[in-house]
């Protein structure tokens, strides 16, 4: 089914450790993001993509970091991470870059740092 | 300061009201998205606004650029659109959330 693939779903880490949350979607889309959920807040804009090669910080990319090596693809990695960082992390991507078309949402990723 | 505020923040029905939901924004936008966020979590695209009006179903969202509003309609409600409701607006690059409507419609 074409959409946006998000995995894990559920990741529990320790303070300090890394990850990396994997975004891919199979629609050919130019513009892929990463949304952070938080209780009583917006989601809010963490790191996002025009196309391959080409990323640009949001509202909140302070511990993360981001590569768009090909269309398909988008990665969010934690390189240290801290309790501050849990909550739902969502992916999109939309076709085109002027907002003017539908967004398609991953499913989530639910991280706890403890 | 919020970019985007909508109102209410919860709203109960009961099943075949007319529901309304607010969104007032403060930026320029290119554009204006309705999402809608299950209890379980995942999040649909409902609506993508530059002018005017739209209709699916019965959803109905309208925006009124001049005055930085839109708002959200959901005629003969059902309890299966409970959810969350979110107003979403695009300026430049950056995309800007409002906390979400918290929908009920009882049976």
């Known amino acids: 089914n074409a959409g946006v693939t998000q995995t894990p779903k559920f990741q529990v880490l320790k303070t300090g450790q890394s990850m990396t949350l994997q975004c891919a979607q199979d629609?050919?889309?130019?513009?892929m993001s990463w949304y952070r959920q938080d209780p009583g807040m917006g989601l809010r804009l963490i790191h996002y993509s025009v196309g391959a090669g080409i990323t640009d910080q949001g509202e909140v990319p302070n511990g993360y970091n981001v590569s768009r090596s090909t269309t398909e693809d988008f990665p969010l990695r934690l390189l240290s991470a801290a309790p501050s960082q849990t909550s739902v992390y969502f992916c999109?991507?939309?076709?085109?870059?002027?907002?003017?078309?539908?967004?398609?949402f991953g499913s989530g990723t639910r991280l706890t740092v403890v | 300061k919020n970019e985007v505020e909508q109102s209410p923040q919860n709203l109960t029905a009961q099943e075949g009201e007319f529901i309304t939901i607010n969104c007032s924004y403060s930026v320029g936008i290119s554009a204006l998205h309705w999402l809608q966020q299950h209890p379980g979590g995942g999040i649909v695209s409902l609506f993508m606004l530059s002018s005017g009006k739209k209709k699916h179903g019965r959803l109905i969202a309208t925006i009124n650029i001049q005055e930085k509003h839109s708002s959200l309609h959901i005629t003969a409600s059902h309890p299966r659109d409970s959810a969350v409701y979110i107003c979403a607006v695009r300026a430049g690059n950056q995309f800007y959330f409002g906390t979400g409507t918290s929908l009920t419609v009882i049976p």
């Open positions: 999109a991507s939309s076709y085109e870059t002027g907002g003017l078309y539908g967004y398609t």
């Open positions: 629609m050919n889309h130019e513009y």
